[in-house]
């Protein structure tokens, strides 16, 4: 096996064909480097160089080899580099900014997926209120990335679209519907309750008004105990978040995924020219995440 100093021995010797330079080159003496690759050549069995009147030239058998040594440095310094980001991320901190809509999905799951996997990150969650933007939580140092939707204030900020989150809806166990229906059929079902004013509303309110339904009966609350009891009772359609859909799947209801459509378009946001290497390495798990069917 030849290690990674041997490596750089080998192409400091092609490079220079002097051992006096090349060992001036890699800051070590002359005899040493003539050892080293004496020992090499040993182990090897074969000659790597040989002497000339001007230095050294490499051999018919290393001129053969030598490819192959330059793509083991090659290799040697993605690995290295690579350590060097995941120590970077490990020794930060990471601050999120998110909506309270998207606590759950993405963010929850993105979230322990990256704890996971770097696990010595100090990670803290910001709730993004409905009265602020991302831009001002990240202007005001209280995120260091943002995790909303495309129709946030994003001015100022570098922004990256992560992908697209479906519209869940509880309908009545005797609901004539497909396994996917469409926004449409769901939305004729009649009364339409969500939480209000937040990005499932928001995405509804487009939906509506690209279907043109003439007409239609919305409930917005934060009173969860009373869109529960919609759900349970099967009283029109109730739209919830993807992650809660499944606790509601769990319990027996009836959940549908409405054919899939931008409806909630999700964006990682950073101030422009700030991104260290625990932002770099969090947009990259996020990019991962969404790349993966649910």
Known sequence: MISTSEIEYVLALEAHRSFTSAAQALGISQPALTVAIGKLEKKLGFLLFRRTGSGVELTSAGEALLPDVRRARDAVRVVEYAAEQVADARLGALRIACRPTLAREPVARLVGGFFGEYGALELEIANIGWHSSAYRMLRAGLGDVAITTADDDLDGLEVESLGDLPLVAVVPPDAELGDEPSLEEVIELGLLSMSGYGVISRAVDVAIGSHRVAEATILQSDYQALLTELARQGRGVVFVP?????????????????????????VAGHLAGHRPPAIERFLDH???HFAVPR
């Open 242 to 266: 993807e992650a809660t859909g499944l606790t509601y799947q769990r319990l027996g209801a009836r959940v549908v995924v409405t054919a899939r459509q931008p409806v909630v378009q999700v």
């Open 286 to 288: 996020a990019h991962r």
